[in-house]
């Protein structure tokens, strides 16, 4: 059974600061894997999505990577500004094009 | 476009009450997706329609009974749910099932 695990829990950073989320799962037979914001009580943002095949993903200040082999993913923020705070969820998808989602991690970037 | 459109915003309904969830999406995706999320929880899927047709049901009970009545169209059909059926329901399409998914905001449901 896929599992995913997401840390930090909680970050919290002063403006300006480049910083990096975790994200871990279990089986390695993915699909892809996509990277979320959600803002509190709204819906899900999608923000990169990577291919099995594919190492890396940018736009903009975000930069997502993918070691499928050592079942891990990156989601690097450059520049964090205080609209980036956050719940930041990434989920794997397997061949039953479900996702499975980690518990997230909740970013506050302070001014 | 990358939108998905869920109505209404917010729902509160007594536990007798038979109340439906929408979601629209024209993108031209053929796979729709209902998920469930409790306070502080990740999403949880419910159910899958892919080219109009259920592809998978999450053991759902059957006091929550989809419908996908075209392509564009997903509801969420919901009768005699409990208080703790109380969550953000979400619905997701994405251009095939191992596609990007685009959520939309969200329907707040509140049984009472």
């Known amino acids: 059974k896929q599992e995913v695990t997401q840390i930090p829990a909680a970050l919290s950073v002063p403006e300006g600061e480049n910083l990096v989320l975790n994200c871990s799962f279990t089986?390695?037979?993915?699909?892809?894997l996509q990277w979320f914001r959600q803002d509190p009580g709204k819906g899900l943002t999608s923000l990169l999505l990577?291919?099995?095949?594919?190492r890396e993903q940018t736009s903009g200040r975000l930069n997502a990577s993918l070691d499928k082999s050592s079942g891990r993913s990156t989601l690097y923020i450059a520049a964090s500004q205080p609209g980036d705070s956050a719940t930041y969820l990434c989920?794997?998808?397997?061949?039953?094009?479900?996702?499975?989602f980690g518990q997230g991690t909740t970013l506050q970037v302070k001014p | 476009d990358t939108e998905v459109t869920q109505t209404p915003k917010h729902l509160v309904m007594g536990m007798t009450n038979k109340k439906s969830l929408k979601c629209e999406q024209h993108?031209?995706?053929?796979?729709m997706y209902w998920y469930k999320q409790k306070a502080k929880k990740p999403p949880e899927l419910m159910f899958v329609?892919?080219?109009?047709?259920?592809?998978i049901n999450e053991s759902v009970p059957s006091r929550f009974s989809p419908e996908c009545p075209n392509s564009s169209l997903l509801n969420l059909h919901l009768h005699a749910l409990q208080p703790e059926d109380s969550a953000l329901y979400l619905c997701?399409?994405?251009?095939?099932?191992?596609?990007?998914?685009?959520f939309g905001q969200g329907t707040r449901l509140t049984v009472v």
């Open positions: 997701a399409s994405s251009q095939d099932v191992w596609a990007e998914a685009f």
């Open positions: 089986d390695s037979a993915i699909y892809n």
């Open positions: 990577i291919q099995s095949s594919q």
């Open positions: 989920a794997v998808e397997g061949n039953t094009g479900k996702l499975i």
């Open positions: 993108m031209g995706h053929r796979a």
């Open positions: 329609y892919s080219y109009e047709k259920l592809s």
